[in-house]
T-cell receptor
Framework: RKEVEQDPGPFNVPEGATVAFNCTYSNSASQSFFWYRQDCRKEPKLLMSVYSSGNEDGRFTAQLNRASQYISLLIRDSKLSDSATYLCAVNRGNQGGKLIFGQGTELSVKP | GEEVAQTPKHLVRGEGQKAKLYCAPIKGHSYVFWYQQVLKNEFKFLISFQNENVFDETGMPKERFSAKCLPNSPCSLEIQATKLEDSAVYFC?????????????FGPGTRLTVT
Protein backbone atom coordinates (compact mmCIF):
# COMPACT_ATOMS: atom_id res chain seq x y z
CA ARG A 1 0.00 0.00 0.00
CA LYS A 2 1.35 3.44 -0.92
CA GLU A 3 1.93 5.91 1.89
CA VAL A 4 -0.19 8.56 0.15
CA GLU A 5 -3.09 7.55 -2.08
CA GLN A 6 -5.42 9.62 -4.20
CA ASP A 7 -8.65 9.04 -6.08
CA PRO A 8 -7.89 7.45 -9.44
CA GLY A 9 -8.73 9.76 -12.34
CA PRO A 10 -9.37 11.18 -14.71
CA PHE A 11 -12.23 13.42 -13.64
CA ASN A 12 -14.11 14.93 -16.55
CA VAL A 13 -16.48 17.71 -15.49
CA PRO A 14 -18.38 20.53 -17.20
CA GLU A 15 -17.50 24.15 -16.58
CA GLY A 16 -19.15 25.44 -13.44
CA ALA A 17 -19.22 22.06 -11.70
CA THR A 18 -17.97 21.43 -8.20
CA VAL A 19 -15.32 18.76 -7.97
CA ALA A 20 -13.76 17.12 -4.92
CA PHE A 21 -10.45 15.31 -4.56
CA ASN A 22 -9.63 13.06 -1.66
CA CYS A 23 -6.28 11.83 -0.48
CA THR A 24 -5.45 9.38 2.31
CA TYR A 25 -2.16 8.96 4.11
CA SER A 26 -1.03 5.99 6.13
CA ASN A 27 1.71 7.45 8.35
CA SER A 28 0.15 8.94 11.46
CA ALA A 29 3.39 10.86 12.06
CA SER A 30 2.61 13.06 9.05
CA GLN A 31 2.43 16.68 10.13
CA SER A 32 2.18 18.93 7.11
CA PHE A 33 -0.15 18.60 4.16
CA PHE A 34 -0.30 20.29 0.79
CA TRP A 35 -2.14 20.41 -2.50
CA TYR A 36 -0.15 21.04 -5.67
CA ARG A 37 -1.26 21.52 -9.23
CA GLN A 38 0.83 20.20 -12.11
CA ASP A 39 0.19 21.21 -15.72
CA CYS A 40 1.47 18.95 -18.47
CA ARG A 41 5.28 18.78 -18.52
CA LYS A 42 5.59 21.59 -15.98
CA GLU A 43 6.62 21.82 -12.36
CA PRO A 44 4.16 21.29 -9.49
CA LYS A 45 2.82 24.60 -8.23
CA LEU A 46 1.74 24.93 -4.62
CA LEU A 47 -2.00 25.54 -4.42
CA MET A 48 -2.37 25.57 -0.69
CA SER A 49 -1.13 24.20 2.57
CA VAL A 50 -3.82 22.33 4.50
CA TYR A 51 -4.43 23.11 8.14
CA SER A 52 -6.47 21.33 10.79
CA SER A 53 -8.98 24.17 10.82
CA GLY A 54 -9.45 23.93 7.06
CA ASN A 55 -8.66 26.76 4.73
CA GLU A 56 -10.21 28.50 1.78
CA ASP A 57 -8.75 30.49 -1.07
CA GLY A 58 -11.36 31.80 -3.47
CA ARG A 59 -12.97 28.82 -5.19
CA PHE A 60 -10.67 26.34 -3.46
CA THR A 61 -11.29 24.79 -0.05
CA ALA A 62 -8.99 22.32 1.66
CA GLN A 63 -9.80 20.18 4.67
CA LEU A 64 -7.76 17.91 6.90
CA ASN A 65 -9.18 15.04 8.95
CA ARG A 66 -6.42 13.73 11.20
CA ALA A 67 -8.57 11.07 12.83
CA SER A 68 -9.35 9.44 9.48
CA GLN A 69 -6.03 10.44 7.94
CA TYR A 70 -7.30 12.12 4.83
CA ILE A 71 -7.21 15.50 3.18
CA SER A 72 -9.56 16.89 0.61
CA LEU A 73 -9.67 19.65 -1.97
CA LEU A 74 -12.92 21.14 -3.24
CA ILE A 75 -13.03 23.28 -6.36
CA ARG A 76 -16.24 25.25 -6.86
CA ASP A 77 -17.41 26.78 -10.14
CA SER A 78 -14.67 25.01 -12.07
CA LYS A 79 -13.05 26.82 -15.01
CA LEU A 80 -11.42 25.47 -18.15
CA SER A 81 -8.13 26.72 -16.73
CA ASP A 82 -8.50 24.38 -13.74
CA SER A 83 -7.69 21.44 -16.03
CA ALA A 84 -4.49 19.93 -14.64
CA THR A 85 -3.25 17.12 -12.41
CA TYR A 86 -3.82 17.69 -8.70
CA LEU A 87 -1.30 16.19 -6.33
CA CYS A 88 -1.56 15.85 -2.60
CA ALA A 89 1.66 15.76 -0.62
CA VAL A 90 2.54 15.15 3.00
CA ASN A 91 5.66 15.34 5.06
CA ARG A 92 6.39 14.09 8.49
CA GLY A 93 6.80 17.57 9.83
CA ASN A 94 10.46 17.46 10.69
CA GLN A 95 12.17 20.54 9.47
CA GLY A 96 13.13 20.23 5.85
CA GLY A 97 11.38 16.89 5.49
CA LYS A 98 10.83 15.36 2.07
CA LEU A 99 7.41 15.42 0.50
CA ILE A 100 5.62 12.17 -0.13
CA PHE A 101 3.31 12.64 -3.11
CA GLY A 102 0.17 10.86 -4.12
CA GLN A 103 -0.02 9.61 -7.68
CA GLY A 104 -2.11 12.61 -8.73
CA THR A 105 -5.60 12.95 -10.12
CA GLU A 106 -6.11 14.37 -13.58
CA LEU A 107 -8.92 16.91 -13.96
CA SER A 108 -10.36 17.87 -17.30
CA VAL A 109 -12.93 20.69 -17.33
CA LYS A 110 -14.99 20.77 -20.52
CA PRO A 111 -16.98 23.69 -21.97
CA GLY B 1 15.89 35.23 -6.76
CA GLU B 2 12.18 34.81 -6.21
CA GLU B 3 11.94 31.54 -8.11
CA VAL B 4 13.85 28.30 -8.12
CA ALA B 5 16.02 28.23 -11.23
CA GLN B 6 17.16 25.05 -12.92
CA THR B 7 19.55 24.52 -15.81
CA PRO B 8 19.62 23.16 -18.38
CA LYS B 9 15.98 22.76 -19.42
CA HIS B 10 16.79 19.73 -21.55
CA LEU B 11 19.77 17.40 -21.53
CA VAL B 12 20.44 14.49 -23.87
CA ARG B 13 23.10 11.97 -23.02
CA GLY B 14 24.20 8.68 -24.51
CA GLU B 15 24.14 5.70 -22.19
CA GLY B 16 27.26 5.70 -20.07
CA GLN B 17 27.85 9.44 -20.32
CA LYS B 18 27.82 11.84 -17.38
CA ALA B 19 24.97 14.28 -16.72
CA LYS B 20 25.12 17.31 -14.46
CA LEU B 21 22.10 19.35 -13.45
CA TYR B 22 22.03 22.66 -11.59
CA CYS B 23 19.62 24.35 -9.21
CA ALA B 24 19.58 27.81 -7.67
CA PRO B 25 17.12 27.90 -4.74
CA ILE B 26 15.00 30.89 -3.81
CA LYS B 27 17.16 33.42 -1.98
CA GLY B 28 16.93 32.90 1.76
CA HIS B 29 15.63 29.34 1.57
CA SER B 30 17.78 27.03 3.63
CA TYR B 31 16.51 23.66 2.34
CA VAL B 32 16.98 22.23 -1.14
CA PHE B 33 15.40 19.03 -2.44
CA TRP B 34 15.87 16.94 -5.56
CA TYR B 35 13.03 14.77 -6.94
CA GLN B 36 12.80 12.54 -9.99
CA GLN B 37 9.58 12.18 -12.02
CA VAL B 38 9.54 9.46 -14.66
CA LEU B 39 6.97 10.15 -17.41
CA LYS B 40 3.76 11.17 -15.59
CA ASN B 41 4.43 8.84 -12.70
CA GLU B 42 5.06 9.55 -9.11
CA PHE B 43 7.70 11.76 -7.68
CA LYS B 44 10.68 9.99 -6.20
CA PHE B 45 12.64 11.88 -3.55
CA LEU B 46 16.39 11.72 -4.09
CA ILE B 47 18.21 13.96 -1.61
CA SER B 48 17.85 17.10 0.48
CA PHE B 49 20.26 19.68 1.87
CA GLN B 50 20.15 22.10 4.75
CA ASN B 51 22.39 24.86 3.44
CA GLU B 52 25.49 22.99 2.26
CA ASN B 53 24.96 19.95 4.44
CA VAL B 54 23.27 16.75 3.31
CA PHE B 55 20.03 16.47 5.31
CA ASP B 56 18.47 13.30 3.91
CA GLU B 57 19.98 11.10 1.21
CA THR B 58 17.78 8.05 1.63
CA GLY B 59 16.50 8.25 -1.94
CA MET B 60 19.83 8.46 -3.72
CA PRO B 61 21.10 5.56 -5.83
CA LYS B 62 24.53 5.98 -4.33
CA GLU B 63 26.60 4.12 -6.89
CA ARG B 64 26.01 6.60 -9.72
CA PHE B 65 24.30 9.66 -8.27
CA SER B 66 25.94 12.43 -6.28
CA ALA B 67 24.86 15.92 -5.26
CA LYS B 68 26.35 19.04 -3.69
CA CYS B 69 25.25 22.42 -2.41
CA LEU B 70 28.28 24.64 -1.94
CA PRO B 71 28.22 28.20 -0.57
CA ASN B 72 27.71 30.89 -3.23
CA SER B 73 27.20 28.32 -6.00
CA PRO B 74 24.17 26.61 -7.51
CA CYS B 75 23.41 23.18 -6.12
CA SER B 76 24.20 20.30 -8.47
CA LEU B 77 23.06 16.76 -9.12
CA GLU B 78 25.45 14.56 -11.07
CA ILE B 79 24.80 11.19 -12.64
CA GLN B 80 27.86 9.20 -13.65
CA ALA B 81 27.44 6.61 -16.38
CA THR B 82 23.80 7.32 -17.18
CA LYS B 83 21.40 4.48 -17.89
CA LEU B 84 18.23 4.44 -20.00
CA GLU B 85 16.13 4.27 -16.83
CA ASP B 86 17.54 7.61 -15.67
CA SER B 87 15.45 9.32 -18.35
CA ALA B 88 13.10 11.53 -16.35
CA VAL B 89 12.38 15.09 -15.31
CA TYR B 90 14.49 16.12 -12.33
CA PHE B 91 12.89 18.78 -10.17
CA CYS B 92 14.62 20.87 -7.57
CA UNK B 93 12.63 22.51 -4.78
CA UNK B 94 13.52 24.85 -1.96
CA UNK B 95 11.75 25.68 1.26
CA UNK B 96 11.67 27.77 4.37
CA UNK B 97 9.37 27.97 7.38
CA UNK B 98 6.18 29.79 6.35
CA UNK B 99 3.04 30.18 8.43
CA UNK B 100 3.38 26.92 10.28
CA UNK B 101 4.91 24.62 7.70
CA UNK B 102 7.84 24.19 5.36
CA UNK B 103 6.30 24.93 1.97
CA UNK B 104 8.31 23.65 -0.94
CA UNK B 105 8.55 25.58 -4.20
CA PHE B 106 9.63 23.79 -7.34
CA GLY B 107 11.83 24.82 -10.21
CA PRO B 108 10.84 24.18 -13.85
CA GLY B 109 12.80 20.95 -13.97
CA THR B 110 15.49 19.48 -16.20
CA ARG B 111 14.31 16.89 -18.69
CA LEU B 112 17.05 14.25 -19.06
CA THR B 113 16.87 11.90 -22.02
CA VAL B 114 19.32 9.02 -22.10
CA THR B 115 19.66 7.40 -25.51
Amino acid sequence: RKEVEQDPGPFNVPEGATVAFNCTYSNSASQSFFWYRQDCRKEPKLLMSVYSSGNEDGRFTAQLNRASQYISLLIRDSKLSDSATYLCAVNRGNQGGKLIFGQGTELSVKP
Amino acid sequence: GEEVAQTPKHLVRGEGQKAKLYCAPIKGHSYVFWYQQVLKNEFKFLISFQNENVFDETGMPKERFSAKCLPNSPCSLEIQATKLEDSAVYFCASSQWTSGSYEQYFGPGTRLTVT
